[in-house]
């Protein structure tokens, strides 16, 4: 099974800077990533696909790079609506699995 | 609007069963695989099942194989899981989500029905 190993724990980060999240796994699972938000007593939510491709209705600050084992999430500048836990996750191989989260948090 | 929402969830007994359930509105549901993924208290997003549109393939994560079973209606727009033998590892929020484009990545997720094992 592919582990999914993120980067750092917690992220202290101002408003209006930039956070840059890491994930990496333990083989290659090609593009296929997503990255997911998630808000305290909330869903995740989809973010990106296919390590780079932003879902419905995501703004364009966050965007995702990465290939093979090394993923990153960017977020250009952060508001405050950002500050949530973010999973990474490969689907490149069965079963599906998740990263254990950053937790972005105001600093 | 796509809507997913869970329900079932409880409080029981370790060995108990109980049976979670998730209905879809907004959305082609019989074209879609689904599943469940869980989110222990404070920790991380654990993938629990997955069912295809068809019924014909069926996965469980190594942790609840041979004690939780994936079923779904698609006359009623209903994803289920039978959960027998439950432990208090099992003790958890599970969401049900949908497979967008059938390749393994989840969106959008129900909010989720909380499963309390203790006795």
């Known amino acids: 099974e592919i582990v999914m190993t993120q980067s750092p724990a917690t992220l202290s980060v101002s408003p209006g800077e930039r956070a840059t999240l890491s994930c990496r796994s333990s083989?290659?699972?090609?593009?296929?990533l997503a990255w997911y938000q998630q808000k305290p007593g909330q869903a995740p939510r989809l973010l990106i696909y296919g390590a780079s491709t932003r879902a419905t209705g995501i703004p364009a600050s966050f965007s995702g790079s990465g290939s093979g084992t090394e993923f990153t999430l960017t977020i250009s500048s952060l508001q405050s609506e950002d500050f949530a836990v973010y999973y990474c996750?490969?689907?490149?191989?069965?079963?599906?699995?998740f990263g254990q989260g950053t937790k972005v948090e105001i600093k | 609007e796509v809507m997913l929402v869970e329900s079932g969830g409880g409080l029981v007994k370790p060995g108990g069963s109980l049976r979670l359930s998730c209905v879809a509105s907004?959305?082609?549901?019989?074209?879609?695989?689904m599943n469940w993924v869980r989110q222990a208290p404070g920790k991380g997003l654990e993938w629990v099942s997955s069912i295809s549109s068809s019924r014909r393939y069926i996965y469980y994560a190594d942790s609840v194989k041979g004690r939780f079973t994936i079923s779904r209606d698609n006359a009623k727009n209903s994803l289920y899981l039978q959960m027998d033998g439950l432990s208090v590892e099992d003790t958890a929020l599970y969401f049900c989500?949908?497979?967008?484009?059938?390749?393994?990545?989840?969106?959008?997720w129900g909010q989720g029905t909380l499963v309390t094992v203790s006795s």
């Open positions: 907004g959305l082609s549901f019989s074209t879609y695989s």
């Open positions: 989500a949908r497979d967008l484009t059938g390749s393994g990545y989840f969106d959008p």
């Open positions: 083989q290659s699972v090609s593009s296929n």
């Open positions: 996750q490969q689907y490149n191989n069965w079963p599906p699995a």
